[in-house]
């Protein structure tokens, strides 16, 4: 191949090329903290009469996520102590494929996994497009998905796979995923 070649070559490359979105991944981090926090004062609000007759103790402390783009950083997490078990809500981190985000709650009999999600979704979808290299994609077609910053998110309960469903996260479902890990 020519210089020449290669130049023209390199010109219909970038012709070709979608622009790159450029991700703030420090504000995503923030994000990230912000809605773990959020998470975190949600379920201790339905857990305050527990704590206040002693039912249940909540001890915070934190753990090292390390994820890529994000480096390595501290999260809050939270152990709650009823009677002689403990259940522990860690968490996972904020690079997941359909989600933005996930704690998991682990108990002695099982694990229940909280994810922070789009307000709509109802679980994981995933769609593959092919298009063959003389093909012109036009603004009609393009089916990606809106940006997450203009999203809502919630925290909702993933289902186990294979079929994995979004439960929306209320004091029930909340309630039912503890007993869940505590008895099985």
């Known amino acids: 191949m020519t ?3 290669f130049d023209r070559f390199l010109e219909e490359k970038e012709r070709n090329a979608e622009p790159q979105k450029i991700i703030d991944w420090d504000a995503r ?5 912000e809605s773990l926090k959020s998470f975190y004062e949600l379920t201790e609000g339905w857990l305050t009469d527990y704590v206040k007759t002693g039912k249940i103790q909540i001890e915070s402390s934190e753990v090292q996520i390390e994820e890529e783009y994000l480096g390595r950083y501290a999260a809050a997490s939270r152990v ?6 403990k259940v522990v809500l860690r968490p996972i981190g904020t690079s997941l494929v359909g989600a933005r985000g996930r704690v998991d709650m682990d108990g002695p009999k099982g694990s229940v996994k909280f994810i922070l999600t789009d307000k709509g979704s109802d679980g994981i979808r995933i769609s593959i497009s092919v298009i063959s290299a003389d093909a012109k994609a036009d603004s009609s077609t393009d089916k990606r998905q809106p940006e997450r910053a203009n999203v809502e998110g919630v925290w909702k309960i993933a289902t186990t796979p294979p079929s994995v469903r979004f439960i929306e996260l209320t004091a029930d479902t909340f309630f039912d995923a503890l007993t869940e890990v505590l008895n099985g």
């Open 3 to 5: 210089k020449q070649q």
């Open 80 to 85: 709650l102590k009823i009677g002689s078990d």
């Open 29 to 33: 981090k923030q994000e990230w903290l």
